[in-house]
């Protein structure tokens, strides 16, 4: 099972400048400014290294999930797995 991150809107400052989550993510379009100047992970393109959830700590605003690999469904009430190293995540 792998992770991916999800943004809580409530919780998100893009708006206001912040934008680390973006700037940090190494995935090229993984993580975007939706209409209402929040952040948005496109769930597609994430490899769950978990960089964004990391600069974000002080608001707190993203949270990993795991995926289940039967279906590609992401499990909202499961923990987040183990998180996938940078070599992991980009190894194929």
């Known amino acids: 099972m792998y992770n991916v991150a999800l943004v809580d809107e409530s919780k998100c400052i893009a708006e206001k400048g912040c934008r ?3 700037m940090y993510c190494p995935e ?3 993580i975007m400014m939706n209409d209402n100047k929040k ?4 769930v597609d393109r994430c490899k769950g ?11 707190n605003a993203i949270s ?7 279906n590609g469904k992401i499990v909202l009430e ?8 940078l070599g992991q995540a980009y190894s194929g």
């Open 64 to 70: 990993m999930h795991p995926v289940d690999p039967t």
């Open 78 to 85: 499961a923990d987040a797995g183990e998180t996938a190293g």
């Open 20 to 22: 680390l989550c973006i």
């Open 28 to 30: 090229a379009d993984c």
């Open 39 to 42: 952040a948005y992970v496109f």
């Open 49 to 59: 290294c978990d960089l964004c959830k990391v600069v974000c700590s002080t608001h």
